[in-house]
C-alpha cells in the first residue's frame, strides 16, 4: 500500500516570496491533516479536512496560509508571502476516518527555509 | 499552553539502561497514540491506548494509559541505539476530533 507522498521534499526561499507544498493521501482515507513542526517540536496541527470540507483550521494564520483539498483527495497548502519564522517542516498526514481510533500515517514532509 | 506536557524533554543514555517518558495532560483523552520519528522522517505509530489503566506491550516497550485517561507513560527496557529518535505522544482530548501532539522527548542512545 503507497503511503502518504509529498512534494518538494525541500524548498528554499526568500522572505515574502510565495510557496505551495503538495501531499497525496493514503487511497480511502477521508481525513487529511497538515502540520507545522518546528525544530525540536512536535508537530502543531495547521487544518484539517473531512473529504474536502475543513473541520478545524483555527490555528491556521489566514492572513498568510490557505489550504484547499478540492475533490477530497490530495491537497496543496500555500504560504504567501513567507516570513522567516515559517522555517519548518510541514508535514501532510491522513487517517481513514476522524472518528476513528485517532491513527495517523504522516507523509516524510517538506523541509521550507525561509531566508 | 500545551495540552499534553512530555517529560523529560531530552534524554541521552547509554546502551541497556533502562528509561520512561511520560506524557500528562488536565484533559481527559478518548484515547493516546504514541510515534516515533527520526530525523527527516514523518512519526510512524507506535501504539494507541484506549482503555483507563490498559498496557500494552510492544518487544521492548511497554506503554501504559492511566485510569483516569490523562496521562500515559512509556518505558523501554534495555535500550538500544535504534532506538534513538523523537517519542510524540498525540489524542484527542473529550469528544475532539482534534488532533493534539505534546512537544516530545528526544532520546539519544548511546552504543
Known amino acids: 500500500e503507497a503511503g502518504v507522498a509529498q512534494s518538494p521534499r525541500y524548498k528554499i526561499i526568500e522572505k515574502r516570496q510565495s510557496v505551495a507544498f503538495w501531499c497525496n493521501p493514503i487511497s480511502g482515507h477521508a481525513t487529511l491533516y497538515w502540520y507545522q513542526q518546528i525544530l525540536g517540536q512536535g508537530p502543531k496541527l495547521l487544518i484539517q479536512f473531512q473529504n474536502n470540507g475543513v473541520v478545524d483550521d483555527s490555528q491556521l494564520p489566514k492572513d498568510r496560509f490557505s489550504a484547499e483539498r478540492l475533490k477530497g483527495v490530495d491537497s496543496t497548502l500555500k504560504i504567501q508571502p513567507a516570513k522567516l519564522e515559517d522555517s519548518a517542516v510541514y508535514l501532510c498526514a491522513s487517517s481513514l476516518d476522524m472518528a476513528g481510533s485517532g491513527e495517523q500515517f504522516f507523509g516524510p514532509g517538506t523541509r521550507l527555509t525561509v531566508l | 499552553t500545551q495540552l499534553l506536557e512530555q517529560s523529560p524533554q531530552f534524554l541521552s543514555i547509554q546502551e541497556g539502561e533502562n528509561l520512561t517518558v511520560y506524557c500528562n495532560s488536565s484533559s481527559v483523552f478518548s484515547s493516546l497514540q504514541w510515534y516515533r520519528q527520526e530525523p527527516g522522517e514523518g512519526p510512524v505509530l507506535l501504539v494507541t491506548v484506549v482503555t483507563g489503566g490498559e498496557v500494552k506491550k510492544l518487544k521492548r516497550l511497554t506503554f501504559q494509559f492511566g485510569d483516569a485517561r490523562k496521562d500515559s507513560s512509556l518505558h523501554i527496557t534495555a535500550a538500544q541505539p535504534g532506538d534513538t529518535g523523537l517519542y510524540l505522544c498525540?489524542?484527542?482530548?473529550?469528544?475532539?476530533?482534534?488532533?493534539?501532539f505534546g512537544r516530545g522527548t528526544s532520546l539519544i542512545v548511546h552504543p
Open positions: 498525540a489524542g484527542e482530548a473529550g469528544r475532539s476530533y482534534i488532533p493534539t
